[in-house]
């Protein structure tokens, strides 16, 4: 299944990943050696590379017109018992053509063509690739007297459906989201575009967990430089196991110790489909929903698929928005502490005089306050996401109770305080990508100790080191900041604005791609004319 | 990331370098001034400071209720800044003074001149200078800080907002602020005026609890007259119905009320803008000042039998009261020259823009000699915009 999965892709790199890894994958002399002729050491010599695992199934057989004896093996559970039954056992059984006349070798090129009604099928000759087949959910036939076998693809078993997005919501909007299965996901996005030019490279990558990861550009539009550069970080990974995508975005990422993300990563087949057709490349990995966009920019994570789908003006201010939130949530309680106690002659004087009367009696500083309370919060947040459904309410009740008002009554709090937290946190929540909500919130305590030292003063220090580190990063080779530092006037149409659909005929310069023209100008003038028509 | 860590290290010593006058305090830390008084004694002088007692204003907190939500700190020094720091032997805590709102000068110190406080007004950093200025008739600036006030239960605060509406909508004071004041006393061409503050009642009972436990209040703070400088000495009062004059000359009108007579009654007038332009020329080597003025007025009260639906009747109206403002603005520029012999309106300012090379010979005698001996003309024109929501006076049948 593996060898004829890469003859679909066009990866020469994928060759010399894969004699790696199975090369690692052996561990003892015994993988590398070749079936046997007689079926019983074949099917001894399995089972014992597999340790006698409980879930090998065999089924035995006897090809009574032929006196042949043979064997189906499989994996329970990573298989599909109807299809195993119906195209691969009753065949064999039923099917009075086969017949050893011709030798074993002809029987079983038969049985391959002619007998066996699963949708694909193969011939191997060694066990350590039966074995890899196996474990990937196919059946293994052996004859006696055969030194090859058949495999029959029967993957199937309980896979979760296709649902609702769980972190990306949108009210307007396809609902569909990834699942687990990387086939699934493949296929979502091909419903999307429908073009022979969605091409794809696959590697296998964990020594161990062998998991399928497959690379999804647009050829065309894509560049290739940029290909060449995410297939060799992919190339070069060398790691036991990946169970989620973080694992891949953490060893291709250029900066680690950033708190910003320099690849973003979504569970929308229509953002992983947008993200194709602006250029950029989508990496799937096996077993996770979450699939990774590379490469990703700041403003990138200020876009939410929605702002396409909404009108333009009302997409236009809500990104605004947006940044307003980022703002506060980074900014919020650093700017009350420093104002608080530093510049008291930047609050109006009744307000002034409120804030003073709240912090009567209060008995810690205004930043060990910010500090209790944000770092509550945070507590409160991690339990929420760590407990069920169920009981994540009954917290953010006592939270509410303990933190809120208890705290305010009991004089240990401000007031002002609760409400500047409670503010910030909320305007966390707005960011569209939880990972540039994780930046501000890792930042915003690094902001309120410079404010408590420094004032605003302070603030304004931290702020010029945050930019000029924004400014230094980079995803894969582009500048992070791209479209305001390096400035592009084209991308403007969709940084802090968003034009209408028929204004942003060119995809966004700040990603290297190969066609600039999103949508040419006879469609435009169509367009206008049409407008013309209707008035 | 080596050159980032050099660069982070450069900007923390920057940082440690570079840090002005920062100072962390706590907002429960410092006590918030929001008025100071400052008078004359033996010692030098007398600074009382007005601070908030937070805890009895806060909205919420009922447990401190019934205790002063102002405390009134009042001590002496040979200067102004030694009796303010002196304060901390008797307050718990720093005075905070960026959120003044209201300076009382008492008249005595005013008439010593306002020179010598001012100086330390615009010197301290911690003050704003967006604050007002006003000046206690016939008593202390202490007394006035120490009246218990209702409505407003900071007595600044009843202070500050009175000052507000009044010049507003009645227009017998003016917002004087720090930095007005102190162009006025550093420019030869304009004297400073100040709005006066008067106690009235008994500012004896009005400094206890009790002033506030009755309908008829027994002390009033009350914004009456305006103090009239000289070289930034006060020399002379103006009543209230100059201080109007003054602020139609001045242009400061935003809007007020003034009576004509009308046959056996008054008419009222409602004032909704006033443009007043003031210029000041050399004429055949003498200075010559002009205030022309434009009026818009609504019809506001009518007590006598005028039918206001006649052109003619307006008219009327409309020359009364020209020729009573012109009357009224005559006798207050005589009096200005005359008696106060203090250009408080500003003619040497505008002289000095009109021909600087006169003003340059006459401005070190400008208000002994010059101002006083200044020709003045006065045109006022008025006009009358609306007559309100009824016709003519219900006695006058339609």
Redesign the interface.
């Given at each position: 299944m593996r060898r004829s999965r890469k003859q679909q892709h066009q990866s020469p790199s994928s060759n010399h990943t894969d004699t790696r890894s199975n090369a690692a994958s052996v561990q003892d002399g015994q993988g590398e050696a070749s079936l046997s002729r007689e079926l019983e050491p074949s099917i001894t010599a399995i089972q014992q590379l597999m340790g006698n695992s409980a879930d090998l199934k065999i089924r035995r057989f006897h090809i009574s017109e032929a006196h042949v004896l043979g064997a189906v093996l499989y994996v329970d559970g990573l298989i599909d018992k109807q299809i195993l039954t119906t195209h691969i056992i009753e065949p064999l059984l039923d099917k009075q053509e086969l017949s050893i006349d011709q030798g074993i070798d002809a029987l079983l090129h038969e049985a391959q063509y002619n007998a066996l009604t699963a949708s694909h099928t193969s011939t191997v000759t060694s066990i350590k690739d039966a074995i890899i087949a196996l474990l990937s959910g196919q059946a293994f036939i052996m004859f006696d007297g055969c030194s090859q076998g058949v495999l029959a693809d029967t993957r199937g078993g309980k896979e979760r459906e296709v649902t609702e997005p769980a972190t990306q919501t949108v009210l307007r909007g396809p609902r569909d989201s990834f699942t687990e299965s990387i086939c699934t996901n493949t296929a979502l996005i091909r419903r999307k575009i429908k073009d022979a030019n969605l091409w794809s490279r696959a590697w296998v990558i964990g020594d161990v967990t062998k998991t399928n990861v497959i690379l999804m550009h647009m050829n065309g539009i894509a560049d290739n430089q940029l290909l060449d550069e995410v297939s060799r970080r992919l190339d070069h990974i060398q790691i036991d196991g990946i169970l989620e995508s973080g694992y891949i975005e953490e060893l291709i990422e250029g900066r680690t110790?950033t708190p910003f993300p320099t690849i973003q990563n979504t569970d929308r087949p229509d953002a992983a489909a947008a993200a194709l057709l602006e250029g950029r490349m989508v990496i799937l990995i096996d077993g996770t929903p979450f699939v990774l966009i590379v490469p990703a920019l700041f403003v990138q994570f200020f876009q939410a698929s929605e702002d396409y789908y909404q009108r333009w003006d009302i997409s236009t201010l809500i990104r605004l928005l947006r940044f307003l939130a980022f703002t506060i949530a980074m900014l919020g309680p650093s700017v009350y502490i420093a104002v608080?106690?530093?510049h008291?002659?930047l609050i109006p004087?009744p307000l002034?005089?409120?804030?003073?009367?709240?912090?009567?009696?209060?008995p810690v500083?205004?930043f060990i306050e910010a500090l209790i309370m944000e770092t509550m919060f945070e507590v409160l947040r991690e339990a929420g996401v760590r407990m069920g459904r169920a009981i994540g309410t009954s917290i953010s009740i006592v939270g509410t109770l303990v933190i809120g008002q208890a705290a305010v009554e009991a004089g240990l709090v401000t007031a002002g305080m609760v409400i500047v937290v409670s503010a910030t946190a909320i305007a966390n929540f707005v960011a569209p990508s939880f990972n540039m909500g994780i930046s501000t919130r890792i930042l915003r305590f690094a902001l309120m100790g410079l404010a408590?030292?420094?004032?605003l003063?302070?603030i304004t220090?931290g702020i010029?080191?945050i930019t000029?580190?924004l400014c230094?990063l980079r995803s894969f080779g582009i500048p992070f900041m791209s479209a305001l530092a390096p400035y592009q006037g084209q991308d403007q149409q969709d940084v802090f604005l968003r034009l209408p659909r028929w204004l942003m005929l060119k995809r966004p310069q700040s990603i290297p791609n190969r066609n600039h023209v999103r949508e040419d100008k006879q469609t435009l003038s169509e367009h206008v004319k049409g407008q013309g028509d209707s008035t | 990331m080596n050159r980032l860590t050099r660069c982070f290290l450069c900007l923390i010593i920057a940082a440690l370098l570079l840090t002005g006058c920062w100072n962390r305090r706590e907002l429960n830390e410092i006590a918030i001034a929001l008025g100071v008084g400052i008078d004359k004694n033996d010692e030098g002088y007398k600074i009382s400071v007005q601070v908030v007692n937070p805890g009895a204003v806060a909205p919420q907190q009922n447990a401190s209720a019934n205790t002063a939500p102002v405390i009134t700190y009042t001590l002496s020094g040979a200067t102004i800044f030694e009796a303010m720091r002196r304060i901390t032997t008797i307050s718990p805590r720093k005075i905070y003074l960026s959120h003044i709102r209201i300076i009382v000068v008492g008249e005595e110190a005013a008439r010593e001149g306002l020179h010598t406080f001012v100086d330390l007004l615009s010197r301290d950093h911690e003050l704003r200078t967006d604050f007002y200025l006003l000046v206690s008739r016939d008593m202390t600036a202490e007394k006035i800080l120490k009246v218990i006030t209702l409505l407003e239960r900071i007595p600044v605060n009843k202070m500050y907002a009175s000052l507000l509406s009044s010049s507003a909508a009645w227009a017998s004071t003016q917002k004087v602020t720090l930095d007005q004041l102190i162009q006025d006393i550093s420019s030869k061409g304009k004297s400073s005026v100040l709005p006066g503050i008067n106690i009235v009642g008994n500012p004896k009972i009005g400094a206890t609890q009790e002033n506030v436990q009755r309908l008829d209040l027994h002390a009033l703070l009350q914004l009456e007259d305006m103090a009239v400088f000289k070289d930034g000495k006060l020399t002379a009062w103006m009543n209230e119905a100059e201080s109007k004059v003054f602020n139609f000359i001045t242009g400061n009108v935003k809007s007020t009320v003034n009576n004509i007579p009308c046959k056996e009654g008054n008419l009222a007038l409602e004032v909704l803008t006033n443009k007043s332009k003031l210029t000041a020329d050399v004429r055949h080597g003498r200075p010559e000042g002009k205030v022309k003025m434009e009026l818009d007025v609504n019809i506001g009260e009518i007590q006598c039998e005028i039918d206001v639906t006649q052109e003619a009747d307006i008219r009327r109206i409309e020359s009364e009261a020209e020729d009573m403002l012109e009357r009224e603005i005559a006798s207050l520029l005589e009096k200005a020259q005359q008696q106060f012999r203090s250009d408080i309106f500003g003619f040497g300012m505008a002289l000095h823009r009109s021909s600087p090379e006169y003003w340059r010979r006459v401005k070190a005698d400008w208000h002994q000699e010059h101002f006083p001996a200044m020709k003045t003309a006065v045109e006022v024109k008025v006009s009358v915009r609306g007559i309100g929501s009824i016709t003519n006076p219900l006695s006058i049948p339609d």
């Open positions: 110790f608080t106690t530093f008291h002659e004087t002034l005089i409120s804030l003073a009367a709240q912090r009567e009696g209060v500083p205004a408590a030292s420094f004032g003063y302070g220090l010029i080191l000029l580190h230094n | -």
